[in-house]
């Protein structure tokens, strides 16, 4: 099952915000309908916003074909619905520059950002299952954050892809996964889609990780990004650059998986990323609450970034 598709007129996804409760089907007709659905988190990960931008651009395109002025406002408002992940962004312009030719040139686009994204995922899981074998030998202990499955990046995933790829090798000595706010996306997400692949596994406390690695119990770190910029800085999930300072501290390789969608060289630094703050209610009601989404690590924590195209290891002095 595909965690976003367009279907008979409308964009299909899975409700992240349900899950593992239940499996719930979303049909989104409406660009509003979309763009809740992408700030609530319904649907998220980076490679999947991208996919849900693009179908976007084909449902303003549907619904607006008589207006062009609702139909840049529509784009717009797609664009700049969550704006730290740069491939929500990305998907949106790719579509919206075939909008001259039509809503069925349109919808040809974005159908090619989903097709591209599914074969990233591929060709990510298997240079990303050699890369982790390479940096720690046989059958690795992992420890992943936030969800880099299916549910993030419409089929396998980039991170967890990686982590199923060792899996069906037999190569897979264990993996815990992080709980990671905002709304616990690890210990729901990340622990469903393992259970649906029948991997065994634990759910780590949020804080744990580097006390995990400490004391032995991690090989290594892997884990996904939101935009990777041009100096090799990762903006991903907060709690990414605890996980990168214990694995640093404990000797261990920090590996991050994501497409080429995701490198971002139009962005110098870590340090001109907007960080998305999700407010105080996700928190507490009771009191004012610090709340990023993501955070910044820094180049020289990273050992490689593994793309469906190349791997780039940081820590030989490599750069996107």
């Not at 660009?31 to 303003?60: K, Y």
Request: hydrophobic share 45%.
């Amino acid at each position: 099952m595909q965690t976003i598709d367009w279907v008979d007129g409308a964009v299909e996804i899975i409700d992240q915000t349900v899950l593992p409760k239940e499996l719930r089907i979303l049909r989104l007709h409406t660009v509003p309908a979309l763009v809740t659905a992408i700030q609530s988190l319904a649907v998220r990960g980076a490679p999947a916003l991208g996919v849900a931008g693009a179908f976007g651009v084909a449902l303003a395109a549907q619904v607006h074909a008589d207006d062009p002025a609702a139909l840049a406002a529509a784009v717009e408002r797609l664009e700049h619905a969550r704006p730290t992940a740069v491939n929500l962004a990305r998907g949106v312009r790719r579509a919206a520059a075939l909008l001259p030719a039509g809503p069925a040139a349109v919808l040809a686009e974005a159908c090619r950002v989903r097709d591209e994204e599914i074969a990233a995922s591929e060709a990510m899981a298997k240079r990303g299952a050699d890369l982790m074998l390479e940096l720690c030998g046989r059958r690795p202990r992992l420890l992943t954050h936030c969800n880099t499955g299916g549910l993030a990046a419409v089929v396998l995933g980039t991170a967890l892809g990686v982590v199923r790829e060792l899996h069906h090798r037999g190569e897979l000595g264990g993996v815990i996964a992080s709980e990671t706010r905002p709304l616990l996306q690890g210990a729901r997400l990340t622990a469903w889609e393992l259970g649906q692949w029948g991997i065994e596994h634990r759910v780590a406390v949020d804080s744990a990780g580097p006390f995990l690695m400490a004391r032995g119990e991690v090989d290594a770190v892997i884990l996904g990004a939101d935009r990777i910029c041009a100096n090799g800085d990762v903006i991903n999930k907060i709690g990414t650059y605890s996980h990168a300072l214990g694995a640093r501290r404990a000797g261990l390789p920090f590996v991050v998986v994501a497409p080429e969608s995701t490198v971002d060289l139009d962005t110098p630094s870590g340090d001109v990323v907007p960080i998305e703050d999700r407010g105080s209610a996700e928190v507490t009601p009771w009191s004012e609450a610090v709340n990023p989404a993501f955070d910044v690590t820094p180049r020289d924590l990273v050992t490689a970034i593994v793309t469906d195209r190349r791997v780039i290891r940081l820590d030989k002095g490599n750069r996107p």
